[in-house]
Structure formats: C-alpha cells, structure tokens
C-alpha cells in the first residue's frame, strides 16, 4: 500500500510564490518519474512538471522559467515551487509518481496525491 499526501497550495495574489510538496508512503521498494499535474476548472488535466529518477526535468511551456521541480529521494518527496503566479495558474494541482513496491518490485504502478486546490486573485 502506497500513498501520496500533498501539502501547500492556497491563495495568493498574482506575481506570489507557492510551494508544494507530495510525500509517499508505504511500502517503497523504488522511485522513477515524478510529475505534478494540474487541472483548472473545466478544463482536462495537464503535465505542468516531470523529474525523473536522474533529476532531470521538464515544463509545460506556460509554466517553463516560473516553475521548478525537484525531489529528495531520502525523504521519498517531490516539490514544486511556483513564482510569479499567473490568474490562468489557478487549477487544482496533483503529484504523480511512479513507483514499484517492496511486493511488485518488478513492476512500478502510478500513484496519485489527493490533489491541492491554488488560488491566483487579486
């Protein structure tokens, strides 16, 4: 059993900061690709951010410069840090990992955080 527990989001005005976190926990044989997500309100959800188990990372291309990923492998965590926060990055923001089990440690199965609700008004 694994779970992904986020933490952060909220409202802030735009040109603010914010950053998330998403923890797993459970029974973690190995980490690979960790991604944050997002979903604005009618509207289907979308790749913001994707760090893979090397680090190396990529961007949606509205959020490439203003977003940064970055994980902690020791603490079983992935962040995503947002500056200068736009109106249209309002979205409700999910993390993603991929991750094999201590019993299915061949094969890795996707993971969902609850999902965390950002707010961009003035």
């Known amino acids: 059993q694994v779970q992904l527990v986020e933490s952060g989001g909220g409202l802030v005005q735009p040109g603010g900061s914010l950053r998330f976190s998403c923890a797993a926990a459970?029974?973690?044989?190995?980490?690979?690709?960790m991604c944050w997500y997002r979903q604005a309100p009618g509207k289907q959800r979308e790749l913001v951010a994707t760090i893979t188990s090397g680090g190396m990372t990529t961007y949606e291309d509205s959020v490439n410069g203003r977003f940064t990923i970055s994980k902690d492998n020791t603490k079983k965590t992935v962040y995503l840090q947002n500056n200068s926060l736009k109106i249209e990055d309002t979205a409700v923001y999910y993390c993603q990992m991929s991750i094999a089990t201590l019993r299915e440690w061949q094969r890795p199965n996707d993971y969902w955080g609850q999902g965390t609700q950002v707010t961009v008004s003035s």
């Open positions: 459970g029974s973690i044989f190995r980490l690979y690709v």
